[in-house]
Structure formats: structure tokens, C-alpha cells
């Protein structure tokens, strides 16, 4: 009777682990594309199921490097590829979703792929909903609270931490001059900065708005955290050729902050990393 109880158990085990979309194997056949779903889906354990992904796509590094993977250019989405790799499903996302509606609906309907639009994360909390309409796509909804969980706690971390210093104002460098962009209140880089207690000098405009050098010195920000992924020497050549900003703190080497893009504006499961990037730099 143990015996046969043993044998029923594996069977169990074995059909339960079947019926896993994240088993390579069982069909399933994921596209991607953006980025940071590619990240959230790697995460949670499905990345040997992944046949499309995007040119943007450089992490996990074992998905940037393997050329097995189709990559698509998401401004000029090729249908025939995409239907070509006979896709069971398609992550979308709602930045890129109304320029590409019409488009899956036909590969959906070719393919019989399940399509998700992931809706776009505007603050911490919008990163653990992509996470679970994610999770919940592919049933592994308990693997996405695990994620989650994962990010709540380091987050966690980093706020007990920086919580009890001066809280001392950025300027988000997003683009160079001549037009010069930076992110506004009510925007996800917004929301995660104040996570380490790092103010938004431009908090009080709504969105990516455009910015002049004279706003800039009007409101004497204390440090730069720039996203535009330039080297340190290329960053202090943008800030010194800029007229007005030589005599700021925000000229000093010491107050610019150059965070890798990918980890501070991705809304993914790396946000805890830039994050701490970013504090170590402002305050250390």
C-alpha cells in the first residue's frame, strides 16, 4: 500500500509539472516585446520559452547573447516574423500597444496566440502589478509574488536605510541640449526616487516635460542623476557646454550621478539595484 501511495505521489508530482507553461517542452512559445517584460518573464522562470524578444533586449545576458532568439525591431514590427515564429503568446505593452493593435489582432488570429497587454508602470506599485498580470498570464502566479516579495523587501532595505538623510534635490538628466527633457512629478522615475529619499527638482511639472538651462539654474538643483547612458567624461562635457550650469553643484564630478539606464528607468525587476546605484552616489 506504501508502495502504490509513493507511485500516485510521483504521478501527481509529474502531471502537475506538465501542466507548468514554464517547462521547456510543453509548447509554449513566448514573444516579447519590451524590455522590462522580457526581465519580469526571465524572473519568473520562463525564459527557455521565449522565441522573440526585441533588438532593445540586452538582459539577462543569456538572452541578449543567444542567437537562437528572433529579435524585433518594435518601431517597425514585421508581422511576417512575427507570425513566423508561431507564437502561443505575445507580451505587449500599452506604451507600444496602440501602435501595434490592429497587427496582433491579425497574428493573434493566424497564430491563435493569447496576446497581454502589460499596462504601463507609473510608481513602485505599477512594477509589482505588471509582475502579477504576468504572473498570472503564464500560472505561476505564486512565483510572481516570490519576485515581488524579492523587490518589496531590498526596497525596503534602501528606504530604512536613506531614510534619515538630507533629502537632497535631482535634476533627472534625460536628454542633452537643445532640448533638454527631465522627468516631472507623477512619473515612475519620480515615484522610485523618492524611495531613497531623493527629491525631483522638477516635481511640481507633470510628465517629460522640457526644460531650459535657465529653469535648470533657477532651481539650483544639489545633484544630476542622468539615464542617457553616457560615459562620466561625456557627461561632464554636456554639463559644462551648457550654458549657465558651470558655476552650479551640479558641475562637480562629485554631484553627477551616471546610472546605467536599464536599471532606473525599466520598470523591472532590477529597480532595487538602480536604486541603490543612485543613493551611493548622492549620498556617499
Not at 95 to 108: F, I, N, P, T, Y
Not at 239 to 255: E, K, R, W
Request: overall charge negative; charged content about 30%.
Amino acid at each position: 500500500m506504501d508502495r502504490m501511495k509513493g507511485i500516485l505521489m510521483i504521478a501527481a508530482l509529474l502531471l502537475m509539472a506538465a501542466c507548468s507553461p514554464a517547462e521547456e517542452g510543453d509548447g509554449t512559445r513566448i514573444v516579447s516585446l519590451m524590455p522590462s517584460n522580457t526581465e519580469i518573464i526571465a524572473e519568473l522562470g520562463l525564459e527557455d520559452a521565449l522565441v522573440g524578444v526585441t533588438t532593445e533586449d540586452d538582459h539577462p545576458e543569456s538572452v541578449a547573447d543567444d542567437g537562437d532568439l528572433s529579435k524585433l525591431d518594435t518601431f517597425e514590427l514585421d508581422e511576417e516574423q512575427l507570425i513566423g515564429l508561431e507564437p502561443t503568446h505575445i507580451v505587449a505593452h500599452e506604451a507600444s500597444a496602440g501602435m501595434h493593435r490592429e497587427l496582433l489582432d491579425r497574428v493573434a488570429e493566424t497564430t491563435g496566440a493569447e496576446v497581454l497587454t502589460v499596462e504601463e508602470a507609473r510608481d513602485i506599485e505599477g512594477i509589482y502589478e505588471s509582475i502579477r498580470q504576468i504572473g498570472s498570464f503564464f500560472s505561476v502566479e505564486e512565483d510572481a509574488e516570490d519576485v515581488i516579495s524579492g523587490i518589496a523587501r531590498d526596497l525596503g532595505d534602501l528606504k530604512g536605510q536613506y531614510s534619515d538623510e538630507e533629502t537632497r534635490r535631482a535634476f533627472i538628466h534625460i536628454s542633452d541640449q537643445p532640448e533638454i527633457y527631465t522627468a516631472g512629478g507623477g512619473t515612475f522615475m519620480d515615484d522610485a526616487l523618492s524611495w531613497i529619499n531623493v527629491g525631483n527638482a522638477f516635481d511640481d511639472m507633470e510628465g517629460y516635460p522640457a526644460v531650459s538651462a535657465e529653469d535648470i539654474v533657477e532651481r539650483n538643483p544639489d545633484v544630476l542623476v542622468s539615464v542617457m547612458g553616457l560615459d562620466d567624461e561625456a557627461l561632464g562635457r554636456s554639463v559644462s557646454d551648457t550654458p549657465g550650469l558651470q558655476d552650479m553643484a551640479i558641475s562637480d564630478p562629485g554631484n553627477q550621478c551616471n546610472i546605467d539606464p536599464d536599471l532606473l528607468t525599466r520598470p523591472g525587476p532590477r529597480i532595487a539595484e538602480g536604486l541603490r546605484q543612485t543613493a551611493e552616489c548622492v549620498y556617499e
